[in-house]
């Protein structure tokens, strides 16, 4: 089912050491999350929003994606759950400085490389200043702009 991967990876521009420094983000962490409850609650958000705009399923990875990230990334997206052909999955590796985008057979139609790749390039535009976090919301919202409403609910 590789041939039906249609994107690409892309390197960030992200560092290792990049995490929200506020204090009332500091404050609101748990001992053992890089997040925020504010930073996890934008995040949820802008992938269930993405995924009910569009009608197809996105995902998010943050964490190493291993010597070989593009497998592992398809790895991760193969065990992400049903609905393959309609999913989307968006691997964030911040210490490696790399961003995976893998697409479903389907959702590949509405969103082509060329639309993963600017929104990655968008996300690291955001990672080079330190913001992890609105880095991946706008990549998801430029993604969802991309893919568009279903079919069923599109009213034009």
Same mark, same amino acid.
């Given at each position: ?15 290792? @050491? ?5 204090? =009332? ?18 995040? =949820? ?19 190493? +994606? ?29 210490? !490696? ?20 790749? +600017? ?10 200043? @330190? ?10 919202? !430029?993604?969802?702009? !991309? ?10």
């Amino acid at each position: 089912m590789t041939s039906a991967l249609e994107t690409t990876s892309h390197d960030t521009a992200t560092s290792a @050491g990049t995490l929200p420094t506020r204090d =009332d983000e500091a404050e609101a962490r748990a001992p053992d999350s890089i997040f925020g409850t504010r930073e996890l609650s934008r995040l =949820d958000e802008a992938l269930t929003m993405s995924s009910r705009e569009t009608g197809l399923r996105f995902t998010l990875y943050i964490g190493d +994606l291993g010597a070989q990230t593009r497998a592992r990334a398809e790895e991760l997206f193969e065990r992400s759950g049903h609905d393959l052909p309609e999913s989307v999955l968006l691997a964030v590796s911040p210490g !490696q400085r790399v961003v995976e985008v893998v697409v479903g057979a389907a959702a590949s139609r509405r969103l082509p490389d060329r639309a993963c790749a +600017l929104a990655v390039l968008s996300m690291t535009n955001a990672f080079a200043s @330190g913001d992890l976090v609105g880095g991946i919301v706008n990549g998801l919202r !430029q993604l969802s702009d !991309q893919a568009g409403h279903p079919r069923g609910l599109r009213t034009h």
